[in-house]
Nanobody, 124 residues
């Protein structure tokens, strides 16, 4: 069983930066690939970024490449999403998720554990 708690969301202006954090419980955290997803009002949940269990492989959706960076600290059971050059279209609830596999995945259906989400609002 893994429990995930996100933090770090907020209201910022376009061009600003935020770092989201995800604290995970469970001794097997280091064996799980982790992902960040987001859902804007009236839209479906979408993949944002993912990282392998070791941290050596990362995936990003095209719209955030070059602006967002996913990282993890297995010693602290933490996953991070550094978001730079934020745009109004990045506004959404951001969710941290864990898959039981070691390889990252774009597909949300492959993730077994989810956090409660943290709101990110970017004003223009």
């Amino acid at each position: 069983q893994v429990q995930l708690v996100e933090s770090g969301g907020g209201l910022v202006q376009a061009g600003d930066s935020l770092r989201l954090s995800c604290a995970a419980s469970g001794r097997t955290f280091s064996g799980y690939a982790m992902g960040w997803f987001r859902q804007a009002p009236g839209k479906e949940r979408e993949f944002v970024a993912a990282i392998s269990a070791s941290g050596g492989v990362t995936y990003y959706t095209d719209s955030v490449k070059g602006r967002f960076t996913i990282s993890r600290d297995n010693a602290k059971n933490m996953v991070y999403l550094q978001m730079n050059s934020l745009k109004p279209e990045d506004t959404a609830v951001y969710y941290c998720a864990a898959t039981i596999y070691s390889n990252p995945n774009y597909n949300g259906d492959e993730y077994k554990y989810w956090g409660q989400g943290t709101q990110v609002t970017v004003s223009s």
